[in-house]
């Protein structure tokens, strides 16, 4: 069974960073792409950073593009978003997500299946 479970949320001032980790078990050759999305209050979730693990190939919103970097470190099983340069409009919740494709991040679809989310981790950006 995957489980996602992150950490490193919190609250900064703009322009300040945070590193958020994701440590996952149970993924599987069905789920090789792990990475980020977030929601912010009264908004839709949106994709903000995804890795294939195998290749190392990775897909980031144009929102984050400059400022956020996805890594991975294999013998920990864990994937990294390093948030620089954060706004306010980066305030939300991040999921830590698991899925089949990058195409789940580059074109976002919440019907498709075969994807699992962690439980989420609050970042606060203040002015």
């Known amino acids: 069974q995957v489980q996602l479970v992150e950490s490193g949320g919190g609250s900064v001032q703009a322009g300040g960073s945070l590193r958020l980790s994701c440590v996952a078990t149970?993924?599987?050759?069905?789920?090789?792409?792990l990475g980020w999305f977030r929601q912010a209050p009264g908004k839709a979730r949106e994709p903000v950073a995804g890795l294939y693990t195998p290749a190392g190939t990775i897909h980031y919103d144009d929102s984050v593009k400059g400022r956020f970097t996805i890594s991975q470190d294999n013998a920990k099983n864990t994937v990294y978003l390093q948030m620089n340069s954060l706004k306010p409009e980066d305030t939300a919740i991040y999921y830590c997500?698991?899925?089949?494709?990058?195409?789940?991040?580059?074109?976002?679809?919440?019907?498709?299946?075969?994807?699992?989310w962690g439980q989420g981790t609050q970042v606060t950006v203040s002015e």
């Open positions: 997500v698991a899925a089949a494709t990058l195409t789940y991040w580059e074109h976002y679809d919440p019907e498709l299946r075969n994807n699992y």
């Open positions: 149970g993924v599987t050759h069905t789920t090789p792409c």
